[in-house]
């Protein structure tokens, strides 16, 4: 049986997630966020909009990265 997760932890874990994601950073498929995460004020902006998809929409982390990306990368923006 699976055990429940509070919210707390819930949330570390996908801070935990979001950071295994932000170290295997693809710049050819997330240029833009790849760059962000470079400063510390910058993943902490990353973190927080990643949070906030998944929160929205019930997306995985790269998917949250995806849309993100979509939004900041003018190569990448949809109509």
Same mark, same amino acid.
């Given at each position: 049986?699976?055990? #429940?997760?509070?919210?707390?932890?819930?949330?570390?874990?996908? #801070?935990?997630?979001?950071?295994? !994601? &932000?170290?295997?950073?693809? #710049?050819? %498929?997330? =240029?833009?966020?790849?760059?962000?995460?470079?400063? =510390?004020?910058?993943?902490?902006?990353?973190?927080?909009?990643?949070? !906030?998809?998944?929160? +929205?929409?019930?997306?995985?982390?790269? !998917? +949250? &990265? %995806?849309?993100?990306?979509?939004?900041?990368? =003018?190569?990448?923006?949809? %109509?």
């Amino acid at each position: 049986m699976a055990t #429940k997760l509070t919210a707390e932890q819930a949330l570390q874990r996908l #801070k935990e997630l979001i950071a295994i !994601q &932000f170290d295997s950073c693809s #710049k050819e %498929d997330w =240029p833009y966020i790849c760059h962000m995460a470079g400063s =510390p004020q910058g993943r902490a902006s990353v973190e927080r909009m990643t949070l !906030q998809q998944i929160d +929205a929409s019930g997306c995985s982390v790269g !998917q +949250a &990265f %995806d849309r993100i990306e979509r939004m900041y990368n =003018p190569n990448r923006m949809e %109509d």
